[in-house]
């Protein structure tokens, strides 16, 4: 008789991480296929086949729970960021960043869908989400700013500023376009394309000026 040797027990951090991996994904798959105001986190424990309090428990209420998710899938948007603009800078930075946000549309993942669609409902006065999705906005915009001084050092940071929040607000109308039209990939990746032409347009005729 061969004796199999016991898994060894897994720390603390590994099991949360463990946890915390099949519950954002069980809180991912529950915004997308009921609704923000049918995920609760009864039901994220339940999924992510843990007990009923776990998600209670680690988040508190839907506030922490929908956070966490905002703040997992912004991370991991950032650092996708960071990968495709390393090197780069002003409109080439640009352009990468563009093109990886329509791929993301495109691929239709499900974070993507989920993480939209917390943005969206935070214009509404009782989110409570507002805080969490405005500080991601911010980052945006000021990697933007950033940017268009890159490429052009001259510019005074109001503009800068101002190219910046044009940026994010056609991001978000590409992505309730998206949202609504998911499988209209000709579109997006059409509006994603103006929006990079958009941008070189206008930097082009600051520079000729």
């Known amino acids: 008789m061969t004796l199999t040797a016991p898994s060894p027990r897994r720390s603390h951090a590994e099991r949360t991480h463990e946890s915390d991996r099949r519950m954002f994904q069980a809180a991912v798959e529950l915004i997308t296929e009921k609704g923000?105001?049918?995920?609760?986190?009864?039901?994220?424990?339940?999924?992510?086949g843990y007990s009923r309090g776990l998600a209670g428990y680690r988040f508190g209420n839907k506030q922490g729970l929908f956070e966490f998710v905002l703040r997992r899938v912004g991370?991991?948007?950032?650092?996708?960021?960071?990968a495709v603009t390393e090197g780069l800078s002003g409109v080439e930075a640009m352009t990468a960043a563009v093109r990886a946000h329509c791929a993301l549309c495109c691929d239709n993942e499900a974070p993507v869908r989920a993480f939209y669609m917390?943005?969206?409902?935070?214009?509404?006065?009782?989110?409570?989400?507002?805080?969490?999705v405005r500080n991601i906005d911010q980052r945006r915009q000021r990697d933007v700013a950033q940017w268009v001084l890159e490429t052009?050092?001259?510019?005074?940071?109001?503009?800068?500023?101002?190219?910046?929040?044009?940026?994010?607000?056609?991001?978000?109308?590409?992505?309730?376009?998206?949202?609504?039209?998911?499988?209209?990939?000709?579109?997006?990746?059409?509006?994603?394309?103006?929006?990079?032409?958009?941008?070189?347009?206008?930097?082009?005729?600051?520079?000729?000026?």
Request: glycine letters at 4%.
């Open 152 to 209: 052009d050092p001259s510019v005074t940071d109001a503009h800068a500023k101002a190219v910046g929040a044009q940026f994010s607000a056609a991001i978000i109308g590409m992505a309730y376009h998206w949202l609504a039209r998911p499988d209209d990939h000709a579109a997006v990746a059409a509006q994603h394309d103006q929006l990079i032409h958009t941008m070189q347009h206008a930097m082009h005729a600051r520079n000729s000026s």
């Open 118 to 132: 917390l943005w969206l409902s935070a214009v509404s006065p009782t989110s409570d989400t507002r805080e969490v």
């Open 75 to 82: 991370e991991h948007w950032l650092a996708q960021l960071s």
């Open 36 to 48: 923000l105001d049918d995920t609760t986190l009864k039901a994220v424990g339940e999924r992510a």
